[in-house]
């Protein structure tokens, strides 16, 4: 779970008793998700995306958004890539074996606020205050796929 305490709280999955509490982030944390090998992403409101070995309880900054990061996304199909987006207006994929930014997408002047991957991990949606949702090809993220709307007030969530 994540928290406006700073931290990420992890508990066991069979009996939902708490384990322990990852802190690394300096302000509340936004977002968890994670990967199909067991790392965790999380985001927050200090504009990093952290990447958890929660075995040791530390984690990796990935820095390179200008403000809040809303959501974190790992990809399906491979497990060392993570989107995130911001209120920076930016949706941003990470490597985490390369520990960096591999693409900054603009999203114009819209803050984003969630992303997520299909299952099959050949589309990255996003969406946001605008109340559109963007679908993305991730292997080449430049490029738009869509726009779509239906909503007349942001949008919190996709799947």
């Known amino acids: 779970t994540c928290s406006w305490d700073n931290s990420v709280a992890l508990s066991f999955s069979d009996s939902g008793k708490f384990a ?10 936004t977002s968890a998700d994670f990967s199909i090998t067991g790392q965790l992403a999380t985001s927050s409101w200090d504009k990093t995306v952290r990447i958890w070995d929660v075995n040791k309880g530390v984690s990796c900054p990935m820095t390179g958004h200008l403000d809040v990061v809303w959501c974190v996304a790992y990809c399906p199909t491979n497990p060392n890539v993570v989107a995130s987006v911001s209120r920076d207006c930016t949706t941003c994929l990470w490597d985490t074996r390369m520990g960096g930014r591999v693409a900054t997408l603009s999203d114009g002047t819209a803050k984003m606020n969630c992303v997520t991957f299909s299952r099959d991990g050949v589309k990255l949606a996003t969406a946001g205050a605008r109340s559109n949702i963007t679908l993305r090809d991730p292997a080449n993220p430049g490029q738009h796929l869509t726009h779509t709307s239906g909503h007349r007030g942001k949008i919190n969530s996709v799947s």
Do not use: S
């Open 20 to 29: 322990t509490n990852l802190l690394g982030h300096r302000n509340p944390v």
